[in-house]
């Protein structure tokens, strides 16, 4: 725990527990729902930092919320509707209050699709190396931050567990894991979400760079949107009145908390430094800007 109000992890008795994410603690509903508890923890190069953000869970369990909703007639998604603070006991709901989703329990598909907008992160990283992101050729003369010239594009990964590092893998990849005909799907469907918020966020003065999306399937191989959408932690947000190709723009989401890590003397295995005071109110304030922005 940091402060009174920060949640580092659950302890909710009344459900049985199945998974401790980087971020997320999830319990059992029945044997076809899910309780998804946004905790307050924080992650940052795949490994989960010792300090908490007061509060963080709550903001982004709003703005997912939010994008659920405005992005349910691309493609529906896994939540049910159904209160948290109900299916959990009386002294435990102050735990899932504000933070937590109870949702439909699908089948997660394998990878993540990454959607880039902009060359940066190990995007840029790439590009200066090869003149392509993960293999996709660009044209030369791109400066860092740029907006990439042809539109959107998906860079898929690997799901690692907790602690290893998530791997970019091809389309080819893709379609031997999830077949053509659904690679096509996600892959149109990924970069509408991507498109479609941040047409919608420039409106609101927040540039979204890159974010990911993550996918499942139910028992009729229907397609849905699961996991976080479009906040801080799954995208990279910069404000639009900063921002400046050439330069990293300072940004609303943790690049603040990795580019503090960047400069301490440490490996990126855990256990991470824990953060200052002063990181934490920064972060905490970063979070709750771009939401009241976007929302």
């Known amino acids: 725990m940091t402060g009174t109000s920060a949640l580092f992890e659950t302890s909710i008795k009344s459900l049985p527990f199945l998974h401790r994410g980087k971020v997320r603690d999830i319990y ?5 729902k899910l309780l998804i508890v ?3 923890r924080l992650s940052a190069f795949d490994v989960i930092l010792p300090t908490a953000v007061p509060g963080k869970g709550k903001i982004l369990t709003a703005l997912s919320q939010f994008w659920f909703d405005k992005l349910a007639h691309i493609l ?3 939540l049910t509707g159904i209160a948290p603070e109900s299916v959990v006991a009386e002294n435990e709901r102050e735990q899932v209050a504000g933070r937590a989703f109870v949702i439909r329990r699908l089948k997660p598909l394998p990878i993540e699709a990454i959607v880039r907008g902009y060359v940066v992160g190990s995007g840029w990283k790439d590009y200066q190396q090869t003149g392509a992101i993960c293999g996709i050729p660009l044209p030369p003369g791109l400066k860092l931050a740029d907006k990439l010239p042809g539109g959107a594009i998906l860079t898929p990964s690997t799901k690692a567990a907790a602690g290893a ?3 970019n893998i091809s389309i080819t990849e893709v379609e031997k894991l999830l077949g053509r005909e659904l690679t096509a799907k996600v892959s149109a469907k990924a970069i509408q979400l991507y498109s479609e918020a941040a047409d919608y966020a420039l409106q609101r003065g927040i540039i979204i760079a ?4 993550e996918f499942g399937l139910d028992e009729k191989e229907e397609l849905y949107l699961i ?13 639009v009145d900063q921002y400046q190709p050439g330069r990293n723009p300072p940004s609303f989401d943790k690049q603040f908390v990795r580019d503090w890590l960047e400069a301490q003397d440490w490996n990126k295995k855990a256990p991470a430094p824990e953060l200052p ?3 934490l109110l920064r972060t ?3 979070y709750g800007e771009a939401s009241k922005l976007l929302t």
Request: avoid cysteine; aromatic fraction near 8%.
């Open 28 to 32: 059992a509903v029945g044997g076809d």
């Open 76 to 78: 529906p998604n896994h």
């Open 38 to 40: 946004q905790t307050d």
């Open 165 to 167: 590092h998530d791997e």
């Open 277 to 279: 005071e002063e990181i």
């Open 227 to 239: 996991d976080e959408v479009l906040t801080p932690d799954s995208s990279r947000f910069w404000p």
């Open 284 to 286: 905490v304030e970063k």
């Open 210 to 213: 890159d974010t990911k999306f």
